[in-house]
């Protein structure tokens, strides 16, 4: 196996392993669905709305209870994925500096966020088809599955860009719960009366939702309408990109980015006499920043012991992080 798909599998496992470990959302799946599911189904009016489905262009008469059906799964997974993206990016933005500043590729970091993001986006969206299933049967079940699943990426993206571009917990939670109402509520003519307004056009669950409403009371596929959620997609991917190459740089205590011609200032002592030797590897910031040296095996250690009691003190010049020593 290559030492890229190494760097891959392993920062996507503890990806799924963190995922695994958010209790919070593991009750929002397992209760917060199927009990909004169920008060759909027990309070909502069956009584016909009007939605403009413009995969056909024309004007539908749908039931009221199931189109709430539509709107409230879509709601709910992109609640919980953008949640669960948001907060285990947010959580990990020291630790996933520290990895980048250690030599950690940061595309394969990027890569296994995307991964954990659609095997969630998978399982919340496969769980919230089959709920609706229990109490109603759209004609067309996988393009139902297929529009949760890119109501949940979308937000899924937007939970990741949220997530390292805002400094506290709450104000993630709180951009999420509002983006989410409000897309919804917009699209949704159980709310909003003007939901056939040409601007919904721009929202992020747009595609998703004719998706839903395709698949509920047509034979068709909106493809053309589906095919805005890539750029939301793109969007995400790029803005996440940006914020996470800025949020993983290194920098001097100056504030000032660190640059390879500072690698000559990071000194390693070099042995006075011949005896047992070892290469010694240190990072002071990007991939092309390797300092390395040869020299005893006590005066090694010592210098790995002393740059690492450095960082734990806060004391460094620079950021400097011992990656390896070896005998040489």
């Given at each position: 196996m290559s030492i890229g798909r190494k760097f891959y599998r392993t920062a996507t496992g503890f990806e799924l392993i963190e995922h695994a470990r958010n209790r919070l959302a593991i009750i929002l799946v397992a209760v917060f669905v199927p009990v909004w599911i169920t008060l759909i189904d027990l309070m909502m009016s069956e009584s016909p709305l009007p939605f403009r489905y413009r995969g056909t262009g024309e004007e539908l008469s749908v039931n009221g209870q199931h189109l709430t059906f539509i709107s409230g799964g879509l709601n709910a997974v992109t609640l919980i994925v953008g949640f669960l993206m948001f907060s285990v990016t947010y959580r990990s933005g020291q630790f996933d500096r520290r990895l980048v500043a250690a030599g950690y590729p940061r595309p394969h970091l990027l890569a296994a966020k995307v991964t954990a993001l659609t095997a969630s986006s998978v399982v919340v969206a496969a769980y919230s088809t089959a709920m609706v299933w229990v109490y109603w049967h759209p004609q067309q079940p996988w393009l139902f599955a297929l529009g949760m699943f890119t109501a949940a990426v979308t937000y899924g993206g937007i939970g990741i860009v949220l997530g390292v571009l805002l400094k506290g917990e709450l104000e993630g939670m709180f951009a999420i719960i509002m983006i989410s109402l409000i897309d919804v509520g917009l699209e949704s003519p159980v709310v909003n009366t003007g939901s056939d307004n040409d601007l919904v056009r721009f929202l992020p669950m747009y595609g998703s939702m004719q998706a839903g409403v395709g698949a509920g009371f047509t034979r068709s596929v909106p493809w053309q309408q589906m095919a805005t959620l890539p750029v939301w997609w793109a969007a995400c991917a790029v803005v996440g990109l940006i914020a996470f190459h800025v949020r993983t740089r290194v920098y001097t205590r100056s504030g000032r980015p660190v640059t390879a011609a500072m690698v000559a200032n990071a000194p390693?002592?070099?042995?006075?006499?011949?005896?047992?030797?070892?290469?010694?590897?240190?990072?002071?910031?990007?991939?092309?920043?390797?300092?390395?040296?040869?020299?005893?095996?006590?005066?090694?250690?010592?210098?790995?012991?002393?740059?690492s009691a450095e960082q734990a003190a806060d004391r460094a010049e620079q950021n400097v992080y011992p990656l390896s020593i070896k005998r040489g």
């Open positions: 390693i002592p070099r042995p006075a006499a011949a005896g047992e030797a070892v290469h010694v590897t240190v990072r002071v910031c990007a991939e092309t920043c390797v300092a390395t040296d040869h020299m005893p095996l006590y005066q090694g250690l010592a210098v790995l012991a002393a740059l």
